[in-house]
Structures are given as structure tokens and as C-alpha cells.
Antibody, heavy 117, light 110 residues
Framework: EVQLVESGGGLVQVGGSLRLSCAVS????????MNWVRQAPGKGLEWVSN????????YYADSVKGRFTISRDSAKNSLYLQMNSLRDEDTAVYYC??????????WGQGTLVTVSS | QSALTQPRSVSGSPGQSVTISCAGT?????????VSWYQQHPGKAPKLMIY???KRPSGVPDRFSGSKSGNTASLTISGLQAEDEADYYC??????????FGGGTKLAVL
């Protein structure tokens, strides 16, 4: 069974940093491209970042470029999102999701990030 | 990229059919056959219902179908059931390992 379990969310001040983690199981992590997708409270879904199966390259939405860094650790079957210079508008549930041949298929349960001034 | 355009809400009675549209551009929906649809119940993670425009994952009822014409994709739900009431999002691959989502459509089963 495919499982993606996010952690690391919480309350952080504007300008602060947070690192999200996603532990995956049930599939060969090393062969899949992975993404982060977020959803602001009461709003729609927004693609945030992608990392290839071999960790390169990484792509980012314009809204987070230069502030967020995606990475992965194949030995730990884990995906990460380092978020710096956080803004109010980064408040959202962050989902770890798998890319299956250019379609996003499996989603984690999400982790809530709240940025407060 | 700009979000794909979906109607904010649609509704139907049990047993009826509804169609949700998803308008994009020739850089996303029109350029790739990698359109997917997700169902999201309140407080839950999205669930994949359609991928590659019209394919259904295992376990998704055949009441759900997808199609695409030009820059617009559509999701049709036939034989509406109470449990279909949810938010629905379309998504398209947009090139260079990026994706774009629609704004979401709230489906009410009356």
C-alpha cells in the first residue's frame, strides 16, 4: 500500500523558517519524481515544487522560488521542503504527492503551516 | 502559470448527470494529454478520480468519466449519488516539471 506521511508543520512567524518532511512507503521511491502541493485555508490547490527521481533538477512555482528548497533522501525514503523567509500567504496545508507519468496520483494527509505576524 | 478555470459550483439530483468544465490554454490542457481530476471531501486529502484525460484508477466507479476538446477538459459524473458531494479539482501538466490546478468546483447533490 502506497503511503505518504508528512510532518514538520506548525506555527511560525513571518520571516521564519520551517522544514517539512514526507516519509514514503509502499513503492520504489527512487524511481518516482515527487512534488509538494499546498492548499490555503478555504482555497484551491497550488503546485509548489518538483524534484526528479535522481534529485535533479528541481522546479519551483514563481511564488516560492528563491525561498523554498526541495530535496530527497533515497536512503531514508523521504522528501523534504525547506521553507525560508515565510510570508502570511504561505499559510496552507502542504501535501506530499507522487508524480506518476506526469499525473499526480497519491497524496499524503497533509501538514498545516501557519505563518503569523 | 494562471490557474485553470472551473465553475465555482454545480448541482444535480440523485441519479442525474453533471459535467464540470476546466478551461486552460495551449500551454497546458491543450498541449498535453496529462489532465487529471481529484475529489476532495471536507478535511480530507484529494483523491485521484481521472488521469491522462480519461483513464480511471482502479476502484473509481465508471460513473466518472473524463474528456478533452482543445484547451478545455471535462469531468462527467453520471448516476449522481449523495457521496459524490465534494469539491472537484482539475489539474494539467504544464511542461518543465510543473503542474497547474483549477480553482475547484463544489458539487452539491440536491
Amino acid at each position: 500500500e502506497v503511503q505518504l506521511v508528512e510532518s514538520g508543520g506548525g506555527l511560525v512567524q513571518v520571516g521564519g523558517s520551517l522544514r517539512l518532511s514526507c516519509a514514503v512507503s509502499g513503492f520504489n521511491f527512487n524511481t518516482y519524481s515527487m512534488n509538494w502541493v499546498r492548499q490555503a485555508p478555504g482555497k484551491g490547490l497550488e503546485w509548489v515544487s518538483n524534484i526528479g527521481s535522481d534529485s535533479r533538477p528541481a522546479y519551483y512555482a514563481d511564488s516560492v522560488k528563491g525561498r523554498f528548497t526541495i530535496s530527497r533522501d533515497s536512503a531514508k525514503n523521504s522528501l523534504y521542503l525547506q521553507m525560508n523567509s515565510l510570508r502570511d500567504e504561505d499559510t496552507a496545508v502542504y501535501y506530499c504527492v507522487r508524480d506518476y507519468q506526469f499525473n499526480i496520483d497519491y497524496w499524503g494527509q497533509g501538514t498545516l503551516v501557519t505563518v503569523s505576524s | 502559470q494562471s490557474a485553470l478555470t472551473q465553475p465555482r459550483s454545480v448541482s444535480g439530483s440523485p441519479g442525474q448527470s453533471v459535467t464540470i468544465s476546466c478551461a486552460g490554454t495551449n500551454s497546458d490542457v491543450g498541449a498535453y494529454n496529462f489532465v487529471s481530476w481529484y475529489q476532495q471531501h471536507p478535511g480530507k486529502a484529494p483523491k485521484l478520480m481521472i488521469y491522462d484525460v480519461s483513464k480511471r484508477p482502479s476502484g473509481v466507479p465508471d460513473r466518472f468519466s473524463g474528456s478533452k476538446s482543445g484547451n478545455t477538459a471535462s469531468l462527467t459524473i453520471s448516476g449522481l449519488q449523495a457521496e459524490d458531494e465534494a469539491d472537484y479539482y482539475c489539474c494539467s501538466y504544464a511542461g518543465s516539471a510543473s503542474w497547474v490546478f483549477g480553482g475547484g468546483t463544489k458539487l452539491a447533490v440536491l
